[in-house]
Each structure stands twice: as structure tokens, then as C-alpha cells.
């Protein structure tokens, strides 16, 4: 045995350090020393004075002297030495985590829970609702947690994660963007990242909410093996889901200025009683700032499938110099409500102040041709029009709008369709009689596929003589949004002695080029009843609609092997939109409500085919998201295609634009040409945050081309965004951790107590501390002490 004292030099954390004992290596056990080796000295210097003749205070001052005298040897005998030993000092290291996945960027109101919601906002210096729980995580780190490590002597290793774990260079640096949550992979990953170092807790802030990757208990097992406790934080209102979600469902990107603009949204109820009704309003943002303002509102039975709603914003004029309307949509929110932040959405839709150029192309006179070249070029002052006549004497002077003079052929080149037209409607026409030329003729079809190509809109209306019997087998039947019956003939399977009426391919909510009026119920009577549009009785007949083109009216009676025959189908191709009309006598809906459904039904369908190129105010620039929806953790692609003068692609290296965040803020945008592809520009970015973003090209201080696109949270992070504190406490339980809210975050402080670093020895070095001076005068001390006492007491 041994006795130790310790001598401690200190050291640095993180650094060496060397440490002193004092030992006696051959001192006997302890039971020796006290039982037999200290009496025996005792009784030996008691015995030396025994026989002395002193009084009782004297004797014990020498006896002890002696004592002092024998133990100082027997110590010498024991072997003293100072043991000097050289020292790592390993500090204690707390791995905090920190989840950076989309479900962190939610807003929590903490509605029902007063401490929570005051503690909080002390916490982030305003109110939580305001908040990302991203955002309070960083502050519940740098006001309260770092300060408790610093005082333990702590040092911290930041870590953020999602999907995995990776070290976390500054709290700045959160964006709460990641596509899941996989939390056993995280805690396991950031446990092996630092095997080997003195590891001594784990701090995990997280709303809990996994959903995916290893089960986050497996993980747990390895971290209590290793002896780490894990103490989690919830970050979030953990009390069950109550919310109200506002999706957007479908808006037109552009509109003509003087259309009304119609926006579609989900409402769903998360935790809500069932039949639970909400008031969805919908205001337009002015466009200097200001307080919205209210332009329509609806009931809504809010449940967890969603309902459909259906704003209309009637038409109204810009202030001079402006070219978008600003919308929100929003349901107010419930006092229970938990989360706030998905209770609105705003909407930007372009408006083109520029009029829509029609190329209108028909075989002969027909009634349907006669009332819809009059509507044409009478019923709005937004549309200019130039129509052909295929039928007519060279003498005719085709008709056209005051402002455009009559064509005296009909144009066949791709720069005359790309420079002067937004939409071209072909009524019963044969594409190889448009010219005696046959050259001209597979101009034509080749332009007007370009031109479709590029954004441009084309309506192709059946008619009994020749369409679209005749643009089988031409580039016209792959522009069509529909797949020909090729042994339709010239139409009419059924009686045409006989009136029918169409019948609306969704009534609840009608596409807006079949919506004549803003009242479902009446749209459909205006449609399907007697008392509404008049019928027909000729249709030319189809085999189906082309994958992903929509169907908007069928036939009431008449089917095939794939279903009622449609009648009415929208497409596109790729950016420019196309219409089929599978009967020839809209004309015929001016019987009891003169021109109001007519002009209502092709000025829809004529705007609706126009937005590809309506995007653009220029139509050599077109600009376009590489999709309509990105997730938060996606790279937002944009790209555009410019043709110069010719409407040859361009060479210059880049094009500057611009893009407004879901804010409003505004920021410059550069992109690049693509290499070897000439016109083509193209930028890949980073957003922030989720909601609708609007980018645009301008020219001369007049926007041009213009592209919208919607960030949303990644799927698996939005499809539920409460926090699991379960999952939290089961981990803390399991490691032998701690769990607690965000709110009481300061009592982690106990479970942190600080002294906690680790010493490895490095050498060893022995020095014997008898041969020293002070032992020697030790020693000499006692002994003339007792020798000058004994003089003094007459003692030989």
C-alpha cells in the first residue's frame, strides 16, 4: 500500500499538464499502521521516560517528542517519494444538434399556453408566432444553453441535421431546408463522427417529428452503451394539431388588363370538429403598400380531404405604369389554432396591357365563320384581327381590325406567325389549299408548328367539309390536344336531325374558358338545361383526348371504347397552348341571350390560348421554370430563350432579370448563356423560404417575359409538421437523459454540473524526498527540541 498526496498543477483544457503525489511506497496496509506499527511507536517512547522522575505535563511533551522523533523514521523506512506524472487533459465535449429539415421553418402561435408563449418571446425578442423554430433554437442556444457549457467548462460541437448529420459552422447558417428528418441517423452519425473523443452529453433541439431512416431508438442503445446521455429539447407547440392549411390550387400566371382573374385554393382542417366552417377571403395588396383590401368572400367546410374554393377578383384598371395585381388569399385563424404561418397565400398574375393578335383562317362563309368574324372585330377593343377567307376572289378585300390592313395572302413564314400573331384559329380548312403553292402550303404547317412551339395559341374548330379530316398525317395532328377517329369521315355518328346539348366535364368546377357565369349551379344550367345555351346537332367525332390534355365538354349520348366523346379538349404543346372545338355552331348560342355567352365563351378560349405568349410582353423573349413546384431543399432552375431581330436565336453570354421573393422583396438575377445551345439562358438558385416567387426579364424598363413558381416544404415534411415529444422523451429516458421544452430550456443546468474532463497519463518520473534538506533539518529539529528539554529538566 501507499499514501497519496496530491499536488495538481493546472492545465489548460484540451492541453498537457503535469500533476505531483506523494507516496510511501512500502508503508504496510493501513490496518497495520493503525493497529500495530503506531502503538508499538507509541509504547516505545512512553517506556523511554517511564522511569523519569517528571510531572505529568513535561513527560508527554517528551514522549510526544520521541513519538515524533521514531514515526519520522519508520516514515524514512516506507520509502517517501514524489511521484511526478505528466497529464493529457482531455475536456468534456457536449455534442448539440440542431435540426436544420423543413418542418423547422414553421411558425408556432402557442395559442393555449400563456408561460410558454412569454418565455419564448423573452427568449427571441419578439413574439414566437413571428418566429421559425429554427430561429429559436439558435437563440435558446446562444442565450441559454452556451452560457451553462461555458460555466461546466464545456466544449461545444455543433452539428446540424436532416437527413444525416454534418458539422455546423456557425448558427447563421441554418435555413431549414432539408427534405426529412431522419433522427436515428443523425444522433447515430454524430456519435461516430467524434468515436475515440471524451464525449460526455448530447443536446438535441428538434421538433421530433422522424420520418425516416434508422428508428431513432436503435440509435438511443448505442448511445446509452457508450454511457452518453441524450437530452432533448422540443422545439415547436406539442399540444395536438389544430390548423388551418390554405394550398393553392390553380391561378393564371397572366391575364389581359380589363379580365377578371380566378383563383382556386384548398382549405384543410388538421384536428378541427367535424363540419367545422371557415370564412376564405380573398384581398388584393396594393401596389405602393398598404392594408389590403377585401374583394370576395366564401364558406368553406374545412376537413382533412380539403375543399375546393373558387375566388373570382372582377376586373379593374392598373395604375399607370404597373403590370401585375397582387392578391391573398386567407382564412382567419381559430383562437386554438397551433400553426398560423399556413393560414395565407399570396398570388401575383400578370397583367398585359398589350392587345391579343388574332390570324383567323377559314374555307368558306359559314354561319359559324360569318358571327365569329363579326364578334371579332367588334366586341373588344383588346383584340386586333386579320382574317382569311380561303373561298374568296382575289378581288375580296379581306376583312381586319380599323388598325391593321386586310392580308392579301395569307402568311406562311415563321418570323410572320412568330412577329404578328398570339393566336391563329383554323376553322374548316385544308391545310394543302391554303396556297396553289405546295411549297408554301408545308411552309405553313411547319411555322405553325414553330409557332406553337414558342408560346403561340392555336383553336382548331371542327367543320363538315374538311377539318380535321385533312390534318391527318400533317404536323397539324400533333399540335391537336386530341387523337382523330380515322374513320370519322366527316362527322356525325349520330342523328343530327336531332339537338343535343354538352355536358360539362366537371360542373363543380368548370374550367375557366366553360365558365360563362361565376355561379356553378348556373353555369351548368346554362350549358346542360333547355332553358339555357342552345344546342347542336353536328359534331365530328373523336377517338379520345392526348394524355395530358383536359376535357371540358363531352357529349351527352355518343360513346366509344374510351368513353362519352369529347367535344370541347385544352392541351398544350410544349409552351404554347392549343384548343379543339369539336362542333361548328356557337353561333347559335345568340338565340335568347344575344352576343353575352358567345363573346363570353371566345374571348375565354382565345385568352386562355394566349397566356404562352401573354408571359411575354415581347415575343422574342420567353422566360420559364424548369417546373411550376420546388421543394424548400430544391435548386430553383430558371431558364429563358431569346431570338434576336430575325428571330434567329441569340449569342449574347448572359441575360439580367429579376426575381421577387414571396415578401416582395426584389433582387437582380444573371443567366448564362447555356454552351452550345444558342438562346438559350439558364440560372440554378437557392431560395430561403417557402411561398410564391415571380421572376421577370425587362427591356427599356418594360417587362417582357415573365415566369412564377411556387416553393413548398418537402412533401414528407409537410404532410405533418406538429412536434413529437415522445419520440424526444423516449430517447432522453432511454440514454438516462433529460427532456424538456424549449421554454425550460435552463434546466438542462442541472444535468450539466461542469468537472467533467479527462486526464490521460503520458510519463511517470520518481524522486525519493528523504535525501532532502528539509527532511534532515526535520529530523534535527525534533531531536534538539528534545534534547534542550531534557537539559532543562536535569535528565542525563
Known sequence: MSLALVLQAAAPAGSSGVRQTFRLLDLPEAWIVVLIVLPLLALVAWVAYRSEDLTPGPRAVLVTLRFLALALLAAVLARPVFVERREEVRPAEVLVLVDDSASMSRKDAYAADERARAALAELAGRAPADVQRVELSRAGYEKVLAPILARGG????????????????TLGTLAARGR?????????????????????????????????????LEAARVAAAAGIPVHTVVVGDARPEKNLIVELAEAPTSVLEGDEVAIAVRVVGRGLESGARVRVVLEELPAGGGAPRPLVEEDALAGEEGARVVLVAPPEALEPGATERRFRVRVPPRQDESLRDDNQLDVSVHVAPEK???????????????????????????????????????????????????????????????ESYDVVILGDVNPYEISPDPAR???????????????????????????????????????LPVVLDAGAGSGALSDTTREFR????????????????????????????????????????????????TVLLRHPDVENRHGRVPLLVAGYFPAGRTLFLGVDATWAWRYRFGDRYHERFWRNAIRWVALGRLKSGDRRVQLDAAQSTFDLDQRVVLEARVLDEDFRPAERPAVEARLQDPEGNVRPLQLVRVPERAGLYRVSLDVERPGLYAAWIESEGRRVASAEFEVVLPSRENADPTPDPDTLRAVASFTRGRAVELARLRELAAELPGGEGQREPISAELRDAWDRLGTLLLALAILSIEWVLRKRFEMV
Open 154 to 169: 464545456y466544449v461545444p460541437r455543433l452539428l446540424r441535421f436532416a437527413e444525416s448529420a454534418e458539422p455546423l459552422p
Open 180 to 216: 426529412a428528418t431522419h433522427l436515428g441517423d443523425a444522433l447515430a452519425g454524430a456519435l461516430a463522427m467524434h468515436r475515440g473523443r471524451h464525449v460526455t452529453d448530447v443536446v438535441i433541439f428538434s421538433d421530433g417529428r422522424g420520418n425516416g431512416g434508422l428508428p431513432v
Open 441 to 479: 402550303c408545308e411552309e405553313f404547317l411547319a411555322s405553325l408548328r414553330e409557332f406553337v412551339e414558342r408560346g403561340g395559341g392555336l383553336i382548331l374548330q371542327a367543320g363538315e367539309s374538311d377539318a380535321p379530316r385533312t390534318f391527318q398525317g400533317t404536323p397539324l395532328e400533333e399540335l
Open 502 to 549: 354538352p355536358r360539362l366535364e366537371d360542373p363543380a368546377l368548370p374550367h375557366e374558358i366553360v365558365r360563362l357565369a361565376p355561379d356553378p349551379a348556373l353555369n351548368r344550367a346554362l350549358w346542360e338545361d333547355e332553358g339555357g345555351l342552345r344546342g347542336f346537332y353536328w359534331f365530328h367525332p373523336i377517338s379520345r383526348a392526348k394524355p395530358g390534355a
Open 356 to 418: 391579343v393578335r388574332v390570324l383567323y383562317v377559314d374555307g368558306y362563309p359559314r354561319w359559324e365563320y360569318r358571327y365569329l368574324k363579326n364578334l371579332l372585330l367588334r366586341a373588344d377593343a383588346n383584340l386586333e384581327v386579320q382574317c382569311f377567307l380561303l373561298s374568296a376572289t382575289p378581288d375580296f378585300v379581306q376583312e381586319s381590325s380599323r388598325a391593321l390592313p386586310p392580308l392579301q395572302v395569307l402568311p406562311t413564314a415563321r418570323k410572320d406567325l412568330l
